[in-house]
């Protein structure tokens, strides 16, 4: 159970629509976040808020539409939307620096809704190593990819160590607010049905 199964309808066509309006509202809430940017001039890679975005949507929505809002919002930008960082649009951006990254998002919001599925979640030490497990994802991909346009000397200067300290700060984020959440709720334990 995720937080958007507690208030999932129970009929089958009103589901179909409530998994369709997540997606759409996490591609778009995606694209909001994106354009929370700050270019940094020694790298191709901005700082923008779509790295909290995806691990926070995954561990709501759980691993499929988590995964799916992801692929809404690259197919959106991909078709031209300016909804990639700094208001980017169109393939040339998942073909470009950042392509690994955008990918990435897909893999992370999967892995971070299944362990979300799963109840890690609920605890602390659990949705750090959950938030640390997506955040991997997300920079192996992204690294990855940058390692085509970077030397590779320069390729963690440009690519990882400059988004480090942000990434601490969103996983602490969300290791207070989800397992909280939960706590408020009542429902720490993800066996339990109410």
Do not use: H
């Not at 929505?61 to 078709?79: C, D, K, P, T």
């Not at 700094?86 to 950042?98: C, E, N, S």
């Not at 971070?112 to 602390?124: F, I, N, P, S, T």
Request: charged letters at 10%; zero cysteines; hydrophobic letters at 55%.
């Amino acid at each position: 159970m995720t937080y958007a199964d507690i208030v999932r309808p129970q009929s089958k066509a009103n589901i179909i629509i409530y998994n369709i309006s997540l997606v759409i509202g996490g591609s778009i809430l995606m694209a909001l976040l994106a354009q929370l940017t700050v270019r940094l001039p020694f790298s191709p890679v901005p700082i923008t808020g779509q790295t909290f975005g995806v691990l926070l949507l995954g561990a709501l929505f759980g691993s499929r539409r988590g995964s799916a809002a992801m692929l809404a919002y690259i197919l959106e930008g991909v078709a031209g939307l300016p909804v990639f960082a700094g208001g980017l649009a169109g393939p040339a951006v998942l073909a470009g620096p950042t392509g690994g990254y955008i990918l990435g998002f897909v893999f992370a919001a999967y892995g971070v809704g299944y362990l979300a599925e799963q109840g890690w979640d609920r605890r602390m030490i659990s949705t750090v190593a959950m938030m640390v497990m997506g955040t991997g994802i997300i920079y192996l991909g992204g690294l990855f990819w940058l390692s085509q346009f970077v030397p590779g000397e320069q390729l963690l200067n440009v690519g990882l160590f400059p988004f480090l300290p942000g990434a601490v700060i969103k996983i602490a984020l969300a290791a207070i607010l989800l397992p909280g959440g939960w706590k408020l709720l009542g429902r720490r334990d993800p066996t339990r049905v109410e």
